[in-house]
């Protein structure tokens, strides 16, 4: 079983391809923790708040550790740690050890980098419209200091769901060599 992590910039399609994958492969995908959560505030998101929601993050990964089904090809997760390390470094400036202890763990086999090619869309919990090429190559420097492999997944709808598939099914001959 491959655990794919699908990660980008704000209004990048990332829950949209985590669940087109998921259905497409008949298989898992674990939702975005974090909007939910933030959009459920009434109050401006704080340190605490990204901080409860990189463990329940961990908690997410360590639940489906305990959970695999072993004959699920691949389980999609709609957004990941790197992101809400970026995040923390980039609001607050600090990064609990905690959350790059996690990483260095390596839980994920794939990264599925989304690329800024689709439109910006506003919402009630983004706030970096101008700057997701910024946090794009943010996240894949992260992704390279952690040395997994991954793709960067461009095109617009159907196209952007078929170059995600061709780089998984490329993933899975190169791994039977």
Request: hydrophobic share 40%; proline share 3%.
């Amino acid at each position: 079983m491959f655990k794919v992590a699908i990660l980008g910039p704000e209004s990048t399609g990332k829950s949209v391809l985590a669940q087109s994958l998921a259905n497409h492969y008949n298989v898992q995908w674990i939702e975005e923790f974090a909007r939910q959560y933030v959009e459920n505030l009434t109050v401006p998101y704080s340190f605490e708040d990204v901080c409860f929601i990189a463990k329940k993050q961990i908690e997410q990964e360590k639940q489906f550790e305990n959970t695999m089904n072993a004959r699920e090809e691949y389980v999609f997760f709609d957004t990941e740690l790197i992101i809400t390390k970026v995040w923390l470094e980039h609001k607050y400036t600090v990064v609990p050890s905690f959350i790059t202890e996690r990483l260095e763990h390596g839980f994920f086999d794939l990264y599925l980098l989304c690329d800024t090619d689709i439109p910006w869309q506003p919402d009630s919990v983004r706030e970096h419209g101008f700057d997701r090429e910024f946090f794009f190559h943010w996240y894949k420097k992260e992704i390279e200091n952690i040395g997994k492999p991954y793709f960067v997944i461009n095109g617009q709808g159907s196209e952007r769901l078929n170059n995600a598939i061709s780089a998984l099914e490329f993933l899975k001959t190169k791994t039977r060599v």
